[in-house]
């Protein structure tokens, strides 16, 4: 943690913790919210096939939204979990320190800029982390 100083870490663990109940209401409400569509539509109200494919398609979107959310909250608990150890602000692939302004912009920042760019190459960028 050589380029954070013990402010950097509090105030970079409260958004992370801010961020974390955030997302955590958001994701509660769509999984209530899609579990009330579907138990609409087996009671039968959906009524033509225009009608039930505009609701199959925002419960799509939903689902989407849920697990672009639950995913970013994975890379929350991981991160808070690396403040815990002590690891927090190294890059997980070359354990370099990762640039402040980066984990400003990306509290929950696994990999310095290199690492991800090369990371998103591969995985084709569906990390919730993206480079600066
Ligand atoms: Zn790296």
């Not at 980066?102 to 591969?122: F, G, K, N, S």
């Amino acid at each position: 943690m050589a380029n954070l100083t013990p402010s950097d870490l509090k105030y970079l663990t409260d958004k992370l913790t801010v961020r974390r109940s955030e997302l955590e209401a958001m994701v509660r409400a769509d999984a209530a919210c899609a579990g009330h569509d579907n138990l609409r539509r087996m009671g039968g109200e959906v009524g033509d096939p225009g009608d039930e494919s505009a609701a199959l398609q925002q419960t799509d979107l939903n689902l989407a939204e849920m697990e672009g959310g639950a995913r970013e909250l994975q890379a929350i608990d991981r991160a808070l979990e690396r403040v815990r150890e002590g690891r927090y602000g190294h890059c997980a692939e070359c354990g370099c320190d990762i640039p402040a302004a980066r984990l400003d912009a990306y509290p929950a920042a696994e990999r310095c800029t290199p690492c991800q760019t090369r990371h998103e190459r591969v995985y084709g960028g569906r990390d919730v982390t993206p480079s600066l």
